[in-house]
């Protein structure tokens, strides 16, 4: 009876192994595997296949995974934390279809680390296999620092307060503008506003005529 436990847990070591593997080498092809073996109720139960990352992520885990530089697709809204605990300030929302770029190989508190479209860190239950990493670096004349408000900007779908809102960006973040000299449009109020293409493709207020500006130029 000992040895056909032996057994059994050498078995569940090498199917942890062979997923991590996967991870790494960034295969759509790859079957997600259970990790039952070591982590109870951790495989992304959003993917039918591919490199998916598991649900939370213990120290440690994936080391020999890596992670690093690769990107995933959202699929689903996730929020970006400023440090490695949901209990610390949001500094980005980022809506579903949003590619992010992983920073780390491992996780820390059940989170896993970005560099991109925000800094931060998210719970990685919502991400995709891996996907091709979008052209981050904007032209110099395109960037933008978020100076005000104190409690960061929201971006919104529409350039104005009652349209929907797709996501936020924290004081002494950067944005992308779509264009240079920027697209602007002033509602019904005097407000202006100027439209974005990231963290998140959409219109941020930029206040009013006479007033600071809520973005100033990237130093």
């Not at 440090?83 to 610390?88: L, Q, R």
Request: aromatic share 4%; net charge positive.
């Amino acid at each position: 009876m000992k040895k056909k436990q032996n057994n059994h847990s050498d078995l569940g070591k090498r199917v942890v192994l062979f997923a991590i593997a996967a991870i790494a080498a960034g295969s759509a092809q790859t079957p997600i595997l259970s990790f039952a073996a070591t982590t109870p109720a951790t495989v992304n139960s959003g993917a039918s296949h591919g490199d998916a990352l598991p649900n939370s992520l213990q120290p440690g885990e994936f080391q020999i995974a890596q992670l690093s530089g690769s990107c995933r697709r959202l699929n689903h809204a996730a929020a970006v934390y400023e440090d490695s605990a949901v209990t610390s300030k949001i500094v980005a929302n980022l809506v579903m279809g949003t590619v992010v770029k992983l920073a780390a190989n491992t996780g820390v508190n059940g989170l896993i680390e970005i560099d991109a479209p925000a800094k931060g860190y998210l719970e990685p239950k919502n991400l995709s296999p891996k996907v091709p990493c979008p052209v981050t670096t904007p032209p110099a004349d395109r960037c933008r620092k978020v100076l005000n408000p104190p409690e960061g900007l929201i971006i919104r779908e529409k350039p104005q307060t009652s349209a929907r809102l797709v996501g936020g960006v924290a004081k002494g973040a950067t944005v992308t503008l779509t264009s240079s000299p920027p697209n602007r449009s002033t509602d019904a109020s005097g407000r202006i506003w100027v439209e974005i293409s990231q963290p998140i493709p959409g219109w941020v207020s930029n206040g009013y005529p006479n007033n600071p500006s809520n973005l100033i130029y990237c130093p």
